[in-house]
């Protein structure tokens, strides 16, 4: 069943991350795509020269002309945000759609690996926690997770107990369901969630892969997004996933340069296989 669904996060020039990697992986499943870009990227920060363009202003005034012209959407999904101003704007436009029937989806990109990501602050942890309070799926990994509950981060394996507890943590923000990816439990890697549809929780473990691209959480969200706007449950649409993005780093991991992030484009048939 395709889906009108509008992506806010941002567009790199050169890199396939952001809404370079959601948009063939949407359009493949056969949902209509729309797209506020937050800010318009060169290329992904792995190379470390960019240049990026704050587009504040250009939200404002698509978004004015969007609420004149009573264009709607089936799902909303909301990546990197540059700003407690775009935030603002964000939230007040998530909250609109929602009232009107539209699912709110909602990666809190802002850290990994213990940090925040280079150049953003606390302030950010504080907006984000506002966006994901509105959010019918939430999609942090481990690292936005510990952020955003104030829980210490830890290096070391989490027992069941303590991941479950985690993702009841960031339920208590207002999301309604949650997946946390990219934790460590009972010495497995594994993603934790919490359907609010069925009101079970789950642990699913998966291989990783040791090697690095950038982008990999945005391919995640579409999938399940993708997966969910066609009425699969939260646990199986966060199983194909995992699956998709799996199968996609094992057929590029021989890519030479892997800073420009999984060539989705040549792979899409992947997807169908969950």
């Known amino acids: 069943m395709s889906s009108q669904i509008l992506l806010i996060t941002d567009m790199a020039g050169y890199g396939k991350v952001a809404l370079s990697a959601m948009l063939p992986i949407l359009s493949h499943m056969g949902h209509s795509i729309y797209n506020l870009p937050t800010a318009l990227v060169s290329n992904t920060f792995n190379y470390g020269k960019f240049e990026v363009l704050d587009t504040t202003g250009y939200m404002e005034n698509t978004l004015r002309i969007w609420h004149e012209l009573g264009f709607r959407f089936d799902a909303v999904f909301t990546g990197f945000t540059a700003s407690r101003a775009q935030a603002d704007l964000v939230r007040g436009f998530c909250a609109e759609q929602s009232g009107l029937g539209a699912k709110v989806f909602t990666d809190p990109i802002m850290a990994d690996q213990g940090s925040l990501y280079l150049g953003l602050t ?38 069941r107990s303590e991941a479950l507890d985690l993702v009841g943590r960031v339920c208590s923000l207002g999301a309604k369901s949650v997946v946390i990816t990219s934790a460590l439990v009972d010495g497995l890697p594994q993603v934790a969630g919490y359907d609010a549809a069925s009101g079970g929780s789950f642990l699913i473990p998966y291989e990783e892969i040791p090697v690095f691209f950038p982008g990999t959480g945005d391919m995640f969200s579409s999938v399940l997004m993708g997966r969910m706007m066609e009425g699969r449950g939260l646990e199986d649409a966060t199983r194909a996933a995992m699956n998709v993005v799996h199968d996609l780093v094992a057929i590029n991991r021989g890519n030479p340069d892997k800073f420009r992030g999984v060539q989705v484009e040549s792979s899409l048939e992947v997807i169908d296989r969950y």
């Open 122 to 159: 606390g302030q950010t942890v504080g907006y984000l926690r506002e966006l994901v309070a509105g959010a019918d799926v939430t999609v942090p990994n481990y690292t936005e997770a510990c952020l955003l509950t104030d829980t210490p981060y830890r290096r070391e394996s989490l027992t």
